[in-house]
C-alpha cells in the first residue's frame, strides 16, 4: 500500500532524535537506488519468509479505515491501488489509467480487465465507486474524507441530502467517470485510488465495516499475496496468490510478524526474521552482522528547528505574526550557520545523515538543486559577523550577547524526550550556538514528555519560542496544509505575500505545465531558504535490513515493501 495513500499528509510531530539517514552513494551509484541483493543467479520460486515490524498491528486490513504503518505494511502484500507513485514521487497508472476534459473537472478511467480479488472475483468499477462512496458517507468513521470531498456531489452525500453522487458513473465495467467540483493540478495526488469488493461488504453497514470479517479476520485484496491466518496483533500469514494480475509471485508466502525492537539484531542473526525496518538504537548491531545487508532510502519527513513567530487566531482561521523576537533575518540565519548539523549528525546518528535546505524531499521532483540555493554549512565565524551587524552585541563582556537594544537576550527552546541520546544531542545543539554568544536555553530546564510537547507548541504556549520537530510529507510538493497562513499546522506562524502567491500558483490551472509548476516550486524554495522561517536540520532516512538470501528487494521514499512479487530466496552457502 502506498503511504501517500494513507493520508494526503501524514502530519505527525515525532521524537526529535532522528532515525540515521541516508550514506553518500558511490561514483556511478544513482542516488537512493536501491542496493539489491548481491546475486547474479536467476530467481527461483518456492519458500517462505518473515517481515519483522516493532510492534503489535492494530488488524485493521482495509486501506480505507487504516491508520497506521502496522497495518499497511500488510496491505503493502495484499492490496493494490489504482494508480502508482515512481521514484521521484509522480503519480503513474497501475490497474487504471485516466483521459481527463480539457477544462480538467472530468476524469474518466479505464480498469484493467482480469484483475482478480482474493476471492476469484472480477475488479469492476463498481468496486471503486463502492470504495468512494464509503468514504463519503455520513456514517464513515475513518480519516480518508479529504480523499473524495473534491468529486462534484460529494457534500450532499455526506450530509445526507442525497442517496447519489452525481460525480460518479459506472460507464461500463471496466470504466468510471468522475466529475469534480473546481479544476486542481494535483487531483490525482488526492483522489482515493483503493477499490473495495462490492459484493464481499454486501450487507455491511458502513459504520461497522471497521470490525467486520471482512477487514479484521479475513481481509481480501488484489494483490501477490492473500491473507490465510491472523493472530491478532502478533502474525499475519499469507500465501502466494496465483491469480495476481501482475503474474505469480516467486514466494509460496510471507509472515508478518510483531517483534520487541530490543530482539531487532538477535532476531536478524539467528534467521527469525529476513526484512523489516531497523530501530534506531539497532543500527549499529544489525549493520555488523555477516547474513544482513542495510538498505537505505530517503524518507517522505525531515527534521526542522521552528521559530514561533506569533499566534493561531482561532476566531479569524488563520496566523496572526505578532512576535518581533525572530524578525531580523540575519539573527535566523546566523542561528542557521552556527550549527554543526553534519558533526551532530555524526556523533549522534551514527554517522548517517542527509543535510537539507528546504521542505521539499530530495526524491521529489520539484526539489530544487542545492546549487541555486544557500546550504548554511557550519560556519561560526559568518554567524557571529551575522549576528554583530544585526546589533546582537556583547556589551558586558560575559560571553552572551545583548539585543540590539542593549537587553539581556535569551531564547527558549523545546524539545522532547525519547532515545538514548536526546538529552546529549541537545545539549550539543544549544552550545553551538552559546558558542557564538546565543544564550539558548531549554525551555523549563528538561526535555518535554511527547503529549506535553505537542500542547506547547500546538497551542502556542508563550514560553514556546524555538522548537524542535519532524514533520512527514505526502508524495505531492503542494506545500498546503503546512504553510499557508490559514493552515493550524502552520506551527511556526510565518506567512509572506509572496508565499501564499507561489503556492497558489502551484495548483493554479497554469501548473497544468508541469515545468511551470516545477519552476514555481523552485521560486518558493528560494524564498524559504532565504527568508529561513525555520532551520531544516536534515531529512530522515528509512532503514530496512534484509538477510542476504532474500534477493530482489528495493527500496524507495514511499515503502521497503516494493514488487514483493519479485521477491525471491537464494540458497546461501
Not at 530517503?298 to 505578532?322: R, T
Not at 509572506?496 to 521560486?523: A, C, H, N, T, W
Request: net charge negative; hydrophobic share 35%; glycine share 8%.
Amino acid at each position: 500500500m502506498s503511504k501517500h495513500i494513507i493520508g494526503r499528509f501524514v502530519l505527525l510531530l515525532v521524537l526529535t532524535v532522528m532515525l540515521p539517514a541516508c550514506s553518500v552513494p558511490r561514483p556511478g551509484e544513482p542516488p537512493y537506488a536501491a542496493r539489491l541483493s548481491k546475486s547474479a543467479d536467476e530467481p527461483v520460486a518456492g519458500g517462505m519468509i518473515t517481515y519483522g515490524y516493532s510492534s503489535p498491528f492494530q488488524g485493521i486490513f482495509e486501506p480505507a479505515f487504516c491508520e497506521g504503518e502496522d497495518d499497511a505494511n500488510v496491505l503493502d502484500f495484499t492490496t493494490e491501488a489504482m494508480f502508482t507513485v515512481n521514484d521521484d514521487l509522480s503519480t503513474a497508472p497501475n490497474i487504471a489509467s485516466w483521459q481527463e476534459s480539457e477544462d480538467h473537472t472530468v476524469f474518466t478511467f479505464t480498469i484493467k480487465p482480469g484483475v482478480r480479488w482474493h476471492n476469484g472475483d472480477e475488479l469492476t468499477a463498481e468496486d471503486w465507486k463502492f470504495a468512494l462512496e464509503t468514504i463519503a458517507s455520513p456514517d464513515y468513521t475513518g480519516s480518508r474524507y479529504y480523499s473524495v470531498e473534491m468529486i462534484k456531489g460529494v457534500e450532499a452525500y455526506h450530509l445526507g441530502e442525497a442517496k447519489e453522487i452525481t460525480g460518479l458513473k459506472v460507464m461500463d465495467p471496466y470504466t468510471l467517470r468522475i466529475t469534480m467540483n473546481a479544476a486542481r493540478v494535483n487531483m490525482i495526488d488526492n483522489l482515493w485510488a483503493y477499490p473495495m469488493n462490492k459484493k464481499y461488504f454486501e450487507g455491511v453497514a458502513v459504520k461497522d465495516m471497521p470490525d467486520s470479517d471482512q477487514v479484521r479476520r479475513h481481509p481480501i485484496g488484489t494483490g501477490p499475496f492473500m491473507v490465510t491466518n491472523i493472530v491478532a496483533g502478533q502474525t499475519v500469514e499469507m500465501k502466494r496468490f496465483d491469480q495476481y494480475f501482475k503474474g505469480k509471485a516467486l514466494l509460496d508466502g510471507i509472515t508478518y510478524k510483531a517483534v520487541d525492537s530490543t530482539e531487532t539484531p538477535a532476531l536478524f542473526a539467528d534467521g527469525s526474521i529476513d526484512i523489516g525496518t531497523v530501530p534506531r538504537d539497532a543500527y549499529q548491531a544489525v549493520s555488523q552482522l555477516a547474513n544482513a545487508e542495510i538498505m537505505v532510502s530517503p524518507g517522505l519527513s525531515y527534521e526542522y528547528i521552528g521559530f514561533k513567530f506569533g499566534h493561531w487566531d482561532e476566531a479569524e482561521g488563520q496566523v496572526v505574526m505578532d512576535n518581533p523576537k525572530f524578525q531580523d533575518k540575519r539573527l535566523r540565519k546566523a542561528m542557521y550557520y552556527a550549527l554543526d548539523r553534519e558533526g551532530i549528525i555524526n556523533k549522534f546518528s551514527y554517522g548517517l545523515g542527509t543535510l537539507i535546505e528546504t521542505p521539499i524531499p530530495s526524491s521529489s521532483w520539484a526539489k530544487i538543486d542545492d546549487a541555486q540555493i544557500d546550504t548554511y554549512p557550519y560556519l561560526p565565524e559568518k554567524a557571529k559577523t551575522l549576528l554583530d551587524e544585526a546589533g546582537y552585541l556583547d556589551t558586558d563582556g560575559d560571553g552572551l550577547r545583548e539585543d540590539p537594544g542593549g537587553k539581556k537576550f535569551t531564547i527558549h527552546y523545546d524539545a522532547m524526550s525519547g532515545g538514548k541520546t536526546a538529552e546529549a544531542r541537545t545539549a550539543a545543539i544549544l552550545q553551538n550556538w552559546r558558542d557564538v554568544g546565543l544564550d539558548v536555553r531549554l525551555n523549563g530546564g528538561a526535555l518535554k514528555e511527547l503529549n506535553d510537547f505537542y500542547e506547547a507548541v500546538e497551542s502556542d504556549d508563550p514560553a514556546v519560542e524555538l522548537f524542535n520537530g519532524v514533520w512527514g510529507l505526502a508524495s505531492d510538493p503542494d506545500p498546503s496544509g503546512l504553510w499557508r497562513a490559514t493552515d493550524s499546522w502552520n506551527y511556526p506562524r510565518w506567512t509572506s505575500e509572496r508565499s501564499e502567491q507561489l503556492i497558489r500558483d502551484g495548483i493554479s490551472p497554469k501548473s497544468y505545465d508541469k515545468e511551470f509548476r516545477k519552476q514555481v516550486y523552485y521560486e518558493w524554495q528560494k524564498l524559504i531558504n532565504d527568508e529561513v522561517p525555520m532551520i531544516f536540520f536534515s531529512e530522515r532516512s528509512n532503514i530496512t535490513a534484509v538477510n542476504k538470501r532474500l534477493q530482489g528487494v528495493t527500496v524507495n521514499a514511499m515503502s521497503n515493501i516494493r514488487d514483493p512479487q519479485n521477491w525471491w530466496i537464494k540458497e546461501m552457502n
